[in-house]
């Protein structure tokens, strides 16, 4: 099903590029990569980045999961089997960015050259926000001290210039309700105003992660005000992808997501291919007409449009 009609979820169709999937090289997906393969020839989605998880605590789930060298043979050959179906496969990683890892994670990607690169933070159990801590840790605290923790470690991932993308940058909505809702948090801007300067600072991408659509935060991570925020701020590097873990979850409201970003007066998403960054533009009908691209300001950062 498309979510052409306006619907926040469903299956998209005719669309570029989903940037965010995981497949059964990460821990909690179940999928093959031909799955989504096959599902983008079937749905006319040209470009897909498959970024499996990545961790380096040790107590994590994706730490030691697989090796580099077998998702890389996986997505390489199925990169090769799909080629001449119109789908183009990348290599990619999301690694859970934890500030005492870095020069880990660092040295990891010194070694091992990936097309694309998403850092995120998650809420694993040593986390406040973890659903075995969540109930004591937001009783008595103030939402700026309740969401510290997550926002500074994101803030650490931005500026750490590991990354060509920031993955799901306030995910920490999907754990905090229903002691923090979605509407609290928007209620207060100003919190995420240090993470989009620093974005903008740095030129790593904001993501749009549509998977907030079918979890109980209901937007996206974040949500259209940010992005807009983003963009008022002087942002113009931004992505989208599904984040899909299932194959009934692919590309599931990825078109809800490219209408955020227009919404927000952008046009083109950044991207990499394993060598410089590029930009790949959003079909015409997600484009404002009032609000074209920002060419000249995407060519000062470097990025060639597509």
């Known amino acids: 099903m498309s979510d052409e009609s306006g619907a926040l979820t469903g299956q998209s169709e005719d669309l570029p590029l989903d940037a965010h999937l995981h497949t059964n090289l990460s821990p909690d997906s179940d999928v093959p990569i031909d799955v989504y393969a096959a599902q983008a020839v079937e749905r006319r989605i040209a470009e897909l980045a498959i970024t499996d998880h990545v961790d380096f ?46 020069a880990e994670i660092r040295e990891h990607l010194a070694r091992h050259p990936y097309d694309y690169v998403i850092g995120s933070v998650h809420a694993y159990e040593d986390s406040p926000s ?29 500026r750490s210039g590991l990354f060509d993308t920031i993955g799901h940058l306030d995910f920490v909505k999907r754990y905090l309700v229903p002691y923090v809702t979605p509407a609290q948090l928007a209620a207060a801007p100003e919190l995420y105003e240090p993470l989009l300067e620093a974005l903008v600072e740095t030129g790593v991408a904001l993501e749009v992660n549509t998977s907030g659509l079918r979890q109980v935060a209901g937007e996206t991570y974040p949500a259209q005000p940010i992005v807009e925020r983003f963009r008022v701020l002087g942002g113009t590097r931004v992505s989208a992808g599904s984040d899909a873990h299932r194959a009934d979850a692919f590309t599931m409201g990825l078109a809800a997501g490219y209408r955020v970003l227009s919404a927000a007066g952008m046009s083109e998403l950044a991207f990499r291919r394993g060598g410089p960054g590029i930009a790949v533009r959003m079909p015409p009908r997600f484009v404002t007409p009032e609000r074209p691209a920002d060419d000249a300001n995407l060519t000062r950062q470097g990025i060639p449009s597509l």
Request: hydrophobic share 45%; aromatic share 12%.
């Open 57 to 102: 605590l040790p107590s994590a789930p994706a730490y030691a999961f697989t090796t580099f060298a077998e998702r890389e043979r996986v997505v390489r050959g199925a990169a090769e089997r799909w080629a001449n179906q119109g789908v183009a496969i990348r290599f990619g990683v999301e690694i859970t960015y934890d500030h005492r890892h870095e």
């Open 130 to 158: 973890h659903a075995s801590r969540v109930a004591a840790w937001t009783s008595g605290r103030s939402l700026v001290e309740i969401v510290a923790p997550y926002f500074d470690e994101v803030l650490r991932a931005i």
